[in-house]
């Protein structure tokens, strides 16, 4: 079998845990060329799903929603080193853990990182539920960062 990350995608929550998955994720895709994406979720508020389920429009999402996960994005970029890698960032509306799974998917991803847990306020000794979930169900291998 031959394996190669042509394709790498870091999910970032806006926590110091995902960004130092993200440090990581570049280090592969420095190392081996790899394409990077940095992909983030923006959840919708509870309830916003309404009858059927069906996703609305990001445009018709509360601003503030969208700017607070674009700052999620920049501060990434800020402070992971990016330099010499073919990055592109991603934002993704929905649950976060299917959102992610359907992403690799759709880029044919080869490796996703993550971190151990992310922004969550529950102090607990088990992976965060996004984490869990994303372990379970990945189309790829999955690295999760301590
Ligand atoms: N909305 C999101 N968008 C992108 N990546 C995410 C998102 N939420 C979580 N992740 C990824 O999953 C990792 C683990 O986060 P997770 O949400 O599972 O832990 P938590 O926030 O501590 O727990 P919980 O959300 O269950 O309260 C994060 O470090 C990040 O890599
Ligand atoms: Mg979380």
């Given amino acids: 079998m031959t394996w190669e990350p042509n394709v790498i995608v870091a999910a970032v929550d806006g926590s110091d845990r995902s960004i130092k998955a993200t440090r990581l994720a570049a280090e592969m895709a420095r ?5 990077l ?3 983030t979720v923006v959840r919708p508020p509870e309830g916003w799903w309404g009858i059927g389920g ?3 429009p990001a445009r018709a999402l509360s601003e503030s929603l969208m700017e607070a996960q674009k700052e999620v994005l920049d501060r990434t970029v800020a402070e992971v080193d990016l330099e010499g890698i073919d990055y ?6 929905g649950d976060p853990a299917s959102a992610i799974v ?3 998917e759709d880029v044919e991803a080869d ?5 151990r847990r992310g922004a969550g306020l529950m102090e607990r000794f088990v992976m965060g ?3 869990d979930r994303l372990v379970h169900y990945s189309p790829c291998p999955v690295v999760v960062v301590p």
């Fill in 31 to 35: 190392r081996n060329g790899s394409k």
């Fill in 37 to 39: 994406h940095i992909l």
């Fill in 54 to 56: 069906a996703p609305p």
């Fill in 88 to 93: 592109q960032v991603g934002e993704e509306l």
């Fill in 102 to 104: 359907h992403y690799c």
């Fill in 111 to 115: 490796l996703l990182v993550i971190g």
């Fill in 129 to 131: 539920s996004v984490a």
